[in-house]
């Protein structure tokens, strides 16, 4: 047996019969004949393992020659076959030239997506570096570890889906906090997108499953001040140069003190209308500086660092920004309200 004669002969061969096949069936059973499963090139190839080593790489390397001399031969055949067919039909009339093309409708991000790369970009704009954390945390992460100790009140605005073994389906991106403090020591600039899901009841303003962005910084002088600073920039970039901001004092386990951000209303400016419910204002965000609590859980020590935090539902901010009236209208999947943004 000699394979050098062989892969030359079976190249011969199949150049011959491709320059003279005239149709694309006959030009696929050409390629399967050589180059299919148990085509005359794929037998040879297998046999080379019973060739004896001295003799093996150069014929390897031919038959590898060989097949990829037939196959690069049997594409530019198809694509002349192709064209001919396509110039005959069109000479025979069988194809309308005239008619309208196809009208693909291309699918884009859906608003909550882009409203959140925007927030993200503003943030690492500022320094801060996006990471994630899983949906299904252990409870200890979503509750304990944030202050949230079992029978405390607050566990019941966050009612779970629980799973098996001390698991549950994270309430909100804050358990990401823990995971990111435990990881690294600080300093911590960090901002976390991700889906939560809560046992929650839909209405216009709520969802079981919805997106927060979550924001982490820690250090050795973190300040209030600088809370205040990042989300007034952050609010700005987002809602416009003249959107004024104001704290108002809240409670959350995981900060202390804690308060809510308000934007100055996007409809009224201030004044007072039926979005801002006369008030002037909107709420955007919870936020606080990170409670020494925390801090211990994590094994940083609370006398030396000092960090804030925030977190915002990107649905919400979503719906502020365009004004949109009811939550539920962003998940329909009506390309009717979708095509608006
Ligand atoms: N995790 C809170 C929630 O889902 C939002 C929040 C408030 C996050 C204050 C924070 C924060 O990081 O400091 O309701």
Redesign the pocket.
């Known amino acids: 047996m000699d394979l050098h004669d062989d892969a030359a002969g079976a190249k011969e061969h199949a150049c011959a019969e491709i320059a003279s096949c005239e149709s694309l069936e006959d030009l696929d059973s050409i390629r399967i004949r050589y180059l299919g499963r148990k085509g005359a090139l794929t037998l040879l190839l297998r046999k080379l393992g019973q060739v004896d080593p001295e003799a093996r790489k150069s014929a390897g390397k031919l038959l590898n020659e060989a097949r990829d001399a037939i196959a690069s031969l049997l594409e530019s055949r198809k694509q002349e076959l192709r064209e001919r067919k396509y110039a005959s039909d069109l000479s025979a009339g069988s194809i309308d030239v005239t008619l309208p093309g196809r009208i693909f409708s291309i699918g884009k991000l859906n608003p909550v997506l882009r409203v959140m790369d925007e927030i993200l970009q503003i943030f690492v704009g500022m320094g801060f570096t996006p990471v994630e954390g899983p949906e299904i945390e252990t409870e200890y992460n979503n509750f304990d570890a944030?202050n949230f100790p079992p029978g405390h009140p607050s566990r019941d605005?966050?009612d779970s889906f629980y799973v098996d073994g001390g698991f549950c389906l994270r309430?909100?991106?804050?358990p990401a906090?823990i995971r990111v403090m435990k990881s690294q020591p600080p300093p911590v600039r960090v901002v976390v997108p991700g889906l939560?899901h809560r046992r929650d009841t839909p209405d216009a303003s709520h969802l079981m499953s919805f997106y927060?962005i979550?924001?982490?910084y820690v250090d050795y002088d973190v300040s209030l001040a600088h809370l205040k600073g990042t989300l007034a920039a952050f609010a700005r970039e987002v809602f416009g140069e003249e959107t004024r901001v104001r704290f108002r004092p809240?409670y959350?386990p995981?900060?202390e003190p804690?308060a809510?951000l308000d934007i100055s209303c996007l409809v009224c400016g201030g004044k007072g209308c039926r979005l801002c419910k006369r008030t002037g204002w909107l709420e955007v965000?919870?936020?606080?500086m990170?409670h020494p609590n925390v801090f211990r859980q994590v094994g940083y020590d609370e006398r030396k660092v000092t960090g804030?935090?925030?977190?915002?539902?990107v649905e919400r901010l979503t719906m502020l920004k365009h004004g949109i009236g009811d939550i539920r209208l962003l998940y329909e999947n009506d390309s009717r309200f979708l095509k608006q943004f």
């Not at 309430?171 to 804050?174: A, I, L, N, R």
């Not at 965000?285 to 606080?288: E, Q, S």
């Open positions: 944030l605005e966050h309430t909100h991106t804050s906090q939560c927060q979550e924001g982490l809240h959350f995981f900060t804690s809510e965000l919870g936020a606080g990170v804030f935090a925030f977190g915002m539902g």
